[in-house]
């Protein structure tokens, strides 16, 4: 809950941070025109991680406690103000965001007058609170977000439809005609019920002329396409809508709650999968002559850095308003999620501590507080391969753009 780059003395000027956030706010203006969902998702995010920060604001400031810093961004300040006791504002490194709380360790330095308004001298009680805000304006934020999609478009039904919600340029679909909404109705003949049958069809049909029925506006139209041969298997260049159902606005609240419990039984199922030996070996291979091939189910469930997320999110939401409010809600959840890991430095890590404390407080007859000196060399491992993990993810992902 403060800036990891306090400490590092890097050359400011009034003159040259108004420069830099010019550009950032030019480049992001830009964006909006060229690229305006690229855009949406961009500042989606950024929405997601400070409304986490604003939980642990807010939250400190009803129990007590003093917070001096609300910032987007770390290292050197571009810009900012001060309200009463908290300076709100941007920094250069637009890579997250943070609220400091005062006292957040007995490893800072407080002046005498602010002691009693630190974490470390809060009931216990005050303490969970504070660290476990920002988790839950997430997940609040998640369940409001696949709401408000899942009664504008309708509930998820699960595996994709038959239906087109892309085509790739320049494909073997393309270049036969295929469109955006074509529903995939027969292949050489035979009837396609599902996405499962249709991509088992295209793939055994490498090299082949085949003839593929769609229903286009109520009509059927025969259209003759020869799918790539890639890897030994066939490649048309479709995408699939995904397939919903109607939801009534009403019945869309607990669909909504569906929804959460399935995407985090999901998201806990892949940062475990991740983090398995297994998973770790899989991932490694990225980086060697045994990289999985694009859009492979590998390389589809590998880590995506933000890079990664914005330009599979663009493609996926671009002109679906819903789709882009199911995506922001994924990711408030998964952000909720990989916070409550019970390691420092993550919220779940603070909240381990608070919960030792209490236990052993109550076990000694005193209070109990854990000295953070000993659990630094475990906090810079962690911090070591979540850094190495997020920068290996960012490679993988420009090398997909540049592909």
Same mark, same amino acid.
């Given at each position: 809950m403060k800036d990891p780059l306090?400490?590092?003395q890097l050359s400011e000027t009034r003159r040259g941070n108004t420069v830099v956030l010019g550009v950032i706010l030019a480049g992001l203006v830009l964006c909006f025109v060229a690229a305006p969902w690229v855009a949406a998702i961009i500042v989606g995010l950024i929405a997601m991680v400070m409304l986490h920060e604003a939980g642990h604001l807010i939250a400190a400031r009803r129990t007590g406690m003093k917070a001096t810093e609300y910032f987007l961004g770390f290292g050197p300040r571009l810009w900012s103000f001060r309200r009463g006791e908290t300076e709100y504002g941007i920094k250069?490194?637009? +890579?997250?965001?943070?609220?400091?709380?005062?006292?957040m360790s007995n490893l800072?330095? $407080?002046?005498?007058? #602010?002691?009693?308004? !630190?974490?470390?001298?809060?009931?216990?009680?005050?303490? *969970? /609170?504070?660290? *476990?805000?920002? $988790? !839950? $304006?997430?997940?609040l934020l998640a369940w409001v977000l696949f709401t408000v999609a899942i009664a504008g478009r309708g509930a998820l039904v699960e595996g994709p439809s038959t239906t087109v919600r892309q085509v790739v340029s320049d494909s073997a679909a393309a270049q036969a005609g295929v469109r955006a909404g074509d529903e995939f109705v027969a292949v050489d003949g035979r009837p396609v019920g599902?996405? #499962?049958? *249709?991509?088992?069809?295209?793939? !055994?049909?490498?090299g082949e002329a085949t003839t593929f029925v769609v229903r286009r506006g109520g009509e059927r139209i025969a259209l003759r396409a020869t799918p790539d041969e890639r890897d030994g298997q066939g490649f048309l260049g479709v995408s699939p809508a995904t397939a919903v159902r109607d939801v009534s606005p009403l019945a869309a609240i607990p669909e909504g709650f569906r929804t959460l419990g399935e995407v985090t039984v999901a998201t806990g199922q892949g940062i475990a999968r991740i983090f398995s030996p297994a998973g770790v070996e899989q991932y490694s291979r990225n980086f060697t002559s045994q990289a999985p091939a694009p859009g492979s189910v590998a390389d589809q469930e590998r880590p995506r850095s933000l890079i990664g997320i914005v330009d599979e999110g663009s493609t996926i939401v671009e002109g679906d308003i819903w789709g882009l409010f199911y995506l922001l809600g994924a990711v408030s959840l998964v952000l909720a999620l990989f916070n409550l890991i019970p390691l420092l430095p993550f919220d779940g890590g603070h909240a381990v501590i608070v919960g030792y404390e209490a236990v052993a407080s109550r076990v000694q007859?005193? !209070? /109990?507080? $854990?000295? %953070?000196?000993?659990?630094?060399? /475990?906090? +810079? /491992?962690?911090? +070591?391969? %979540? *850094?190495?993990?997020g920068v290996s993810a960012m490679i993988l992902d420009l090398r997909d753009l540049a592909r």
């Open positions: 306090d400490h590092v250069a490194i637009p +890579a997250g965001g943070y609220v400091r709380i005062i006292g800072e330095e $407080v002046p005498e007058a #602010d002691e009693a308004r !630190t974490y470390r001298r809060a009931t216990n009680g005050r303490r *969970l /609170v504070v660290v *476990l805000a920002g $988790v !839950t $304006v997430n997940i599902s996405w #499962d049958e *249709l991509k088992a069809a295209i793939e !055994t049909r490498g007859g005193r !209070t /109990v507080r $854990v000295d %953070f000196r000993r659990l630094m060399p /475990v906090t +810079a /491992v962690v911090l +070591a391969l %979540f *850094l190495m993990l």
